[in-house]
């Protein structure tokens, strides 16, 4: 196994947040912009709709890529399973996939719920068209074993 560049991982990580912010934050200039334009009320709720959308999936994305990325992935300790499970769905949710748990484990550590959102992100990346991500944990006297299919029309993992 080879090992990564550091500065070539950094800008991985940081090309991989602008490319999620991209989207969510288009969407809120846009709604700011028809909102200065004069028309009528019904362009005006759409783009109020619009800047509230691109505001909860900006939201979701970077308190998302925070913990994916983050420092909190270097504590030592156990990882609040439901609030990493709320933070994935609602990252989740500002894509097309959907997502499905199954999980059966006391604990995970904050590394364990990195790698965990690490591979959320790849299988949501790898369904373009939607699709189900469905999530495995289970901690048996072995270890720790997490699981991630990603289901799908063109489901498919870039070369990069």
């Known amino acids: 196994m080879s090992s990564i560049d550091p500065a070539r ?3 991985y990580i940081a090309s991989r947040i602008c ?3 991209v989207s969510p934050i288009s969407s809120v200039t846009n709604a700011l912009d028809l909102m200065d334009e004069p028309g009528d009320h019904e362009m005006k709720a759409q783009a109020e709709a619009l800047l509230h959308d691109g505001a909860e999936k900006a939201a979701a994305r970077i308190q998302f890529l925070r913990y994916a990325f983050g ?8 990882a609040d399973i439901h609030e990493a499970r709320k933070i994935t769905d609602a990252f989740v949710s500002s894509h ?8 059966q484990a006391d604990h995970l550590s904050f590394s364990h719920v990195r790698l ?3 591979l959320v992100m790849l299988a949501v990346e790898s369904l373009p068209r939607g699709g189900v991500v469905s999530v495995r944990i ?5 270890g720790l074993t997490i699981t991630l299919t990603a ?3 063109r489901a498919r993992l870039k070369e990069e």
Do not use: T, Y
């Open 138 to 142: 289970r901690s048996e006297a072995g």
């Open 9 to 11: 991982l950094s800008a």
């Open 96 to 103: 097309k996939p959907s997502v499905e748990w199954d999980l």
């Open 116 to 118: 965990m959102m690490n």
């Open 151 to 153: 289901k799908g029309d």
């Open 19 to 21: 490319h999620d912010l």
């Open 71 to 78: 420092s909190i992935g270097l504590n030592a300790g156990a």
